[in-house]
């Protein structure tokens, strides 16, 4: 028998998957221990500077209407897919 294990990120994750545990399809174990946080040391202070002046450089060309962007809509959906 092979056994997998599923870190469930909130509760409504886990309410799901109890329900599927209730068709004998799978047992879980909750874990009672806190998630590791990963330590990002994230961008260098020149990329941090380089990515704020391509935003001021897309904003000036947008506002130029030289450069089209998506709906904020469509941008919140993708956010939510990654």
């Not at 469930?8 to 209730?22: H, P, Q, R, T």
């Not at 704020?52 to 947008?62: A, E, N, Q, S, T």
């Amino acid at each position: 028998m092979k056994t997998i294990t599923i870190d469930i990120v909130n509760d409504n994750a886990f309410k799901l998957l109890k329900e599927l545990e209730s068709l004998k399809i799978i047992r879980l174990h909750k874990e009672k221990r806190k998630h590791k946080i990963r330590e990002d040391k994230g961008d260098s202070r020149e990329e941090v500077l380089a990515n704020i002046k391509r935003g001021i450089k897309d904003v000036k060309l947008f506002k130029q209407g030289k450069l089209k962007t998506i709906s904020e809509e469509d941008f919140i959906k993708g956010l939510c897919e990654l």
